[in-house]
Every structure is written in structure tokens, then in C-alpha cells.
């Protein structure tokens, strides 16, 4: 099965960007549909952004839209959050999954194998 391990999280102030990466190894995701989730302590996870196989549709939370950007480059097996403008509240342990599917849909029930995450951290 695939692995995913993300990274690229870190302390970044607010308004500032940050690029995380999702790192898939052991089987292609170039035909399955990703997806970001993000996890603060005491909360659920949370769905974030995902794209599907070819990256031709995509989806964001509310919360995000505008500010972050999904993209994924299949020939590296990689999935990629761009993150701007960044708030106190998009503090959260940022999660790369992989889906069942080759659309997606922004369900956590769709997504079927996961990193162990990477943490980021906005201060004010």
C-alpha cells in the first residue's frame, strides 16, 4: 500500500506562507484523488483542500479559499499545499491523505490511507 509522509510544516507568523508537501512512496497516486485534512488539539479532523487524480477538479474548505492552493505533480508522486496568508486559527496538525477514488469528494470516509502528519503553528 502507499505511504504518505508529509512535510514542510513549521512557525510561520501570521500573514506569512508556507509550503507543505506530501511525499507518496510504494504505489503511484497518479490515478487516485488527495486530499488535505487538518487536525487542532481538542477538534476533529477536519477536511482542508483535495484534488482529484489529474488535479482538474478541486475542492477547499471555506475557511481556506483564497489562501491555500492544492496542487500535485504526479510524475514525483507529490502533493502539494500552498498556504498564504496565514491566521492563528489555520494552526493545526496538517494531514495528506489518499483517497479510494479517483474524484473526490471533501468526505473523510473517501480517504483510505494517511501520513502521520505535519504540525503548523501561526502566531500572532
Known amino acids: 500500500q502507499v505511504q504518505l509522509v508529509e512535510s514542510g510544516g513549521g512557525l510561520v507568523q501570521a500573514g506569512g506562507s508556507l509550503t507543505l508537501s506530501c511525499a507518496a512512496s510504494?504505489?503511484?497516486?497518479?490515478?487516485?484523488?488527495m486530499g488535505w485534512f487538518r487536525q487542532a488539539p481538542g477538534k476533529e479532523r477536519e477536511f482542508v483542500a483535495a484534488a482529484s487524480w489529474d488535479a482538474g477538479t478541486t475542492y477547499y474548505a471555506d475557511s481556506v479559499k483564497g489562501r491555500f492552493t492544492i496542487s500535485r505533480i504526479n510524475a514525483k508522486n507529490t502533493v502539494y499545499l500552498q498556504m498564504n496568508s496565514l491566521k492563528s486559527e489555520d494552526t493545526a496538525a496538517y494531514y495528506c491523505a489518499q483517497s479510494r477514488r479517483s474524484g473526490i469528494r471533501p468526505l473523510l470516509q473517501d480517504y483510505t490511507y494517511w501520513g502521520q502528519g505535519t504540525q503548523v503553528t501561526v502566531s500572532s
Open positions: 510504494g504505489r503511484s497516486i497518479s490515478t487516485y484523488g
